[in-house]
């Protein structure tokens, strides 16, 4: 993947830049906001990855004019302001998902990767199919090798989010954000136990489980058998 | 600016000279008429004086012919103060009257005129002039009779004077007036400077005078200075943050720097690094949800998120919250309730009172537990009615003993320092319950901890009218 980093602290976009490209994708760098801007109006970047306060030209305004001038690329917003309603302000103008400081470089890899799979055509199917696993969105039916697996309304939603994002590592807070619809810190592992619940569902029985916790980062729903 | 200059300058000085505009115009309005309503009564009279003495001459005329009248008219124009009079031929000569001089064909036409004219016995033509009427008589004679009109003038003037001389008075005053009330505003004004004044530069303790006597200046300088207090007591509790702050993110970066030096001295082998790296990424996720707490509390004191408040119904803001904590809560033993029979709506933030709630069920996971029991329920409420709405967390632990209820809302304070936390949770809470106007209540649940968050409805009047609506 194409990804322009426009981040002015030297440190922090050397640390990303190597990161990302060990990753294996292929990040460039803007030390500034003008920089940045004619970047990315230059040359097509499969994501960007902007941070809010920027010398010259400010993070947000990048991405509003970029917006403006109908440039759709997914845009992951940084920013040391950490409170729901600046979260608010950065999606309003034209961010696709915001990002706080300090972050772990696993939450920024998972939400690069699903902000590039939100815009893929995949998020349009109606089934969403995994080795044995099926589940439909129209029907709310879901099913394993054509055993039918009964899931309350949350674990549905939750798996759905998972299986949209196949392959790709969804972190926890992800999962609060796009499967709770709340931004807060809950405090204790409230999550990874939905996840178990469901994992017990799903994967109880098979002999090939599919969803995966990935140490340190978050979870993965994926058939690793082959 | 000189000191006069300052006082023509303020309000209640402009003020004053407004008002005296308006009352001028009202006034002169008024004197014009009053003296045009005057004039016409003078007038009236002295028509009414010419029209009867005229009917008498010409009764006299008609009785006693040419003769009588001629009498009666000499007689009558000797009188002191007498009314004008003239008699003349049909040729037009003047037979009898004291007029001396008329503009010519005056007497040629009968009815009534404004006309200057001179008295026989003099021949200066008379200051003003005279209201006169003609009657044609019998065999060609006319008989004129006419009033001087300077009482009409003289009644214009003896008002126009008195009005006038009133006017003056009162401009005087009320310049007077508006110019000694200014200059009380200006001193009152000058005092709440200074004092301003000291504040700005330093001296938080200084507060504006208040008189007493509940004046507008009064209700500025209480208002005033009970912002001051206000922001005496949030500067006061600024520095003990700060002063917090210092401390509890100075444990966790020293407990870091501890962490890497260690691994720096004693890491030998792979594992050993990692488990140190780990440790290092632990620990600054720790001093990072401390540093988020605070902020979040700052944010939630200083109300800036109150242009993001909407329209929140606290059962489905509960109902997420205690299915979002239920596997935890059975994991850890607990059972969780929620009872909550309808709709709730609140003018308020849906992120920080969920955060507030998780905050409050997080507590009770963590410590209702009593070593003797198993399974204990903990029950999450909510309830309204018209003037306010409720959420209650009840467990049934140990509680919380009384002397320590209001310690644990402080910042940092953690009744079980060995167990896990920031001690910003139930300070997090009770910044969001002001943010709401609310109020945050711990109460003994007889057993166990009741934590009541309590929201003021006034402003969600419409979702209940929607309610009510058949």
Redesign the interface.
Known sequence: MKILIIEDDAAAAAYLVKALREAGHSPQHAADGEEGLSLAQGESFDVLVVDRMLPKLDGLAVVERLRREGNRTPVLILSAL????DR?AGLRSGGDDYL?K?Y?FTELLARIEALVRRTAPAAAETVYRIAGLELDRLSHCVTRDDTEIILQP?EFRLLEYLMRHAGQVVTRTMLLENV?D?????????ID??VS?LRAKIDKGFDRPLLHTIR?AGYVIRDSGR | MTAVGRLLRTTAFKLALGLLGVFTLAAVVALLYGVWQASRLVQGQIAEAVDTEISVLEEQFRLGGLRQLVVVVEDRSRQANSLLYLVTSPAGEPLVGNIGALPPGTIGKPGTSEVPYSRADSDIIARDDAYVRVSQLAGGFRVLVGRDLGERRRVAEVITRSVLGALALVVIVSLLGGFFVARRVLHRLDAMTATSRRIMAGDLTERLMVTGSGDEFDRLALATNAMLDRIGILMGELKEVSDNIAHDLRTPLTRLRNRAEEALRTARDEAGWRAAFEGIIEESEKITRTFEALLLIARAEAGAVRDHMASVDLRALATDVVELYEPVAEEAGFRLELNAAQDVHVHGHRELLGQALANVLDNALKHARRADEAGQVVTVLVEADESSACMTVRDRGQGIDEEDRARVLERFVRLESSRPGSGLGLSLVAAVMRLHDGTLQLMDGDPGLRVIMEIPRLKAVLPKRLHKAP
Do not use: I, L
């Not at chain 1, 950490?82 to 309603?85: I, N, P, R, Y």
């Not at chain 1, 709340?182 to 409230?190: A, R």
């Open positions: 950490a409170q729901v309603d608010v706080t300090p772990a949350r709770w709340y931004h807060f810190d809950p405090q204790t592992n409230v136990v939905h619940r340190g």
